[in-house]
């Protein structure tokens, strides 16, 4: 029997689980599939806009986390803490400087990076590969796209950031190499990136464009594995920093991360499935003593002591409603704090400012991050919940997406 089963595999359930496993106990990850590590950019958003109504990114989340802890004592973030919160960006760039992907950044600043549409993107922690591209910095730039590759509009991203100042170029590349396929997707040109023949053919016909360009943009496609190799060896032959830039889903540098906390559960004893939807639970005194997931024949039981609930909120599945106005947790039908009526869950315009109330739905949880019942007391004693399935945030309008899911994650690993 595991000591622990993490339900979901996002980054709140992997986080979580790699803490566990490293604490040497026997931990199981079961998810329908994976999380937001395969559409997020693939750095780590701890706070990009504080109070939301504020047109200005947030300069440092320490200051902005500190503030929010005191307006908001329901959030993630009031509920462990500044001194936790820092902890787990610690241990996490830790895992990934180990791992040879590092992540550079602090709680005392945030980067500005260029997004895929050419605005400028606040984030905490940004992987190596993408730093060079920091718009704090006016040097020029050119943006490269690939012709066969839909999923990134250099010319977009280099006339906004243009319109603001920042002296951009755009350059397409059509390669033979990629004209051979039907169909691209950044992973296909990330394993390309990887080989040292594609380099050449990348460099060959990217060097007549490069004019003044002080550093190189591209897509997010600089390998799977080996990232930083590839950055390094295209930086040798250009004479420029390369930096990347998130697109479209499949996110490359979001699926890095996700190999990175995978391998580490798995280095420690730990098993991570997919394809594996929790669809019931079993209980008994206050305490849940099984999940089960589906499978082509029969349920599977999953045991274990503990149990982390890590299935996301609206966004991720892990939070439904439906046409009458109800909104339930999904696994164990736990009570979730949302707007009541369906009138009340959105405001009329698609882009309101204010966002939609519906997407602050969750679970009230206490400071141990166990989910509360009706009266105030955890729902069940050997139960935690983490990432954004936890109510009494924003994470998409706040730029928080990340941070709560890894803090949280990380704060319910080390004490289940």
């Known amino acids: 029997?595991?000591?622990?089963?993490?339900?979901?595999?996002?980054?709140?359930?992997?986080?979580?689980?790699?803490?566990i496993a490293a604490r040497v106990k026997k931990v199981s990850v079961v998810a329908k599939g994976w999380g937001a590590t395969h559409w997020h950019a693939g750095c780590i958003d701890v706070l990009g806009y504080y109070p939301l109504e504020s047109q200005e990114p947030v300069a440092s989340p320490a200051e902005a986390v500190a503030r929010l802890i005191g307006e908001e004592p329901h959030h993630p973030y009031?509920?462990?803490?500044?001194?936790?919160?820092?902890?787990?960006?610690?241990?996490f760039q830790a895992l990934c400087q180990a791992a040879g992907y590092p992540l550079h950044g602090s709680l005392e600043q945030n980067w500005l990076l260029p997004s895929a549409v050419g605005t400028f993107r606040p984030t905490c922690l940004a992987p190596e590969t993408m730093v060079a591209g920091d718009l704090r910095q006016d040097t020029p730039m050119l943006l490269v796209g690939f012709k066969q590759l839909g999923d990134f509009y250099p010319q977009v991203a280099a006339d906004n950031?243009?319109?603001?100042?920042?002296?951009?170029?755009?350059?397409?590349?059509d390669l033979p190499s990629l004209g051979q396929y039907r169909f691209i997707t950044p992973v296909i040109v990330a394993g390309l990136?990887?080989?040292?023949?594609?380099?050449?053919?990348?460099?060959?016909?990217?060097?007549?464009?490069?004019?003044?360009?002080?550093?190189?943009?591209?897509?997010?496609?600089?390998?799977?594995?080996?990232?930083?190799?590839?950055?390094?060896?295209?930086?040798?032959?250009?004479?420029?920093?390369?930096?990347?830039?998130?697109?479209?889903?499949?996110?490359?540098?979001?699926?890095?991360?996700?190999?990175?906390?995978?391998?580490?559960?798995?280095?420690?004893?730990?098993?991570?499935?997919d394809g594996m939807q929790v669809i019931g639970q079993?209980?008994?005194?206050?305490?849940?003593?099984?999940?089960?997931?589906?499978?082509?024949?029969?349920?599977?039981?999953?045991?274990?002591?503990q149990f982390v609930l890590?299935?996301?909120g609206i966004l991720g599945g892990g939070i439904a409603t439906n046409h009458e106005g109800e909104v339930r947790e999904v696994v164990f039908d736990l009570p979730v704090a949302a707007p009541a009526g369906r009138q009340a869950w959105f405001k009329p315009q698609f882009l309101d400012r204010e966002g939609h109330p519906i997407y602050?739905?969750?679970?009230?949880?206490?400071?141990?991050?166990?989910?509360?019942?009706?009266?105030?007391?955890?729902?069940y004693s050997n139960l935690f919940a983490a990432g954004t399935t936890l109510a009494h945030c924003e994470v998409i309008r706040e730029r928080s997406l990340e941070g709560v899911a890894l803090a949280t994650g990380y704060c319910v690993g080390v004490v289940v």
């Open 1 to 19: 029997m595991n000591d622990v089963v993490v339900i979901g595999a996002g980054l709140a359930g992997l986080t979580a689980a790699w803490q």
């Open 78 to 91: 009031a509920l462990i803490g500044l001194d936790r919160l820092a902890a787990a960006i610690r241990a």
């Open 161 to 173: 950031l243009a319109h603001q100042g920042i002296p951009a170029r755009h350059a397409v590349l």
């Open 193 to 273: 990136m990887e080989q040292t023949a594609f380099q050449a053919e990348v460099v060959e016909a990217l060097r007549p464009h490069l004019g003044p360009a002080a550093r190189v943009g591209f897509p997010a496609v600089l390998g799977l594995r080996r990232a930083l190799w590839v950055k390094q060896e295209l930086e040798t032959a250009l004479g420029r920093p390369v930096f990347e830039i998130p697109g479209l889903p499949p996110s490359v540098p979001g699926i890095r991360l996700h190999h990175i906390l995978q391998q580490a559960i798995q280095a420690n004893g730990g098993r991570v499935y």
């Open 282 to 305: 079993e209980q008994a005194g206050g305490r849940v003593a099984a999940v089960y997931s589906e499978t082509a024949a029969r349920p599977r039981t999953h045991r274990a002591g």
């Open 310 to 312: 890590a299935t996301g």
């Open 360 to 379: 602050r739905a969750g679970l009230v949880v206490d400071k141990a991050l166990q989910p509360l019942n009706g009266d105030r007391r955890p729902a």
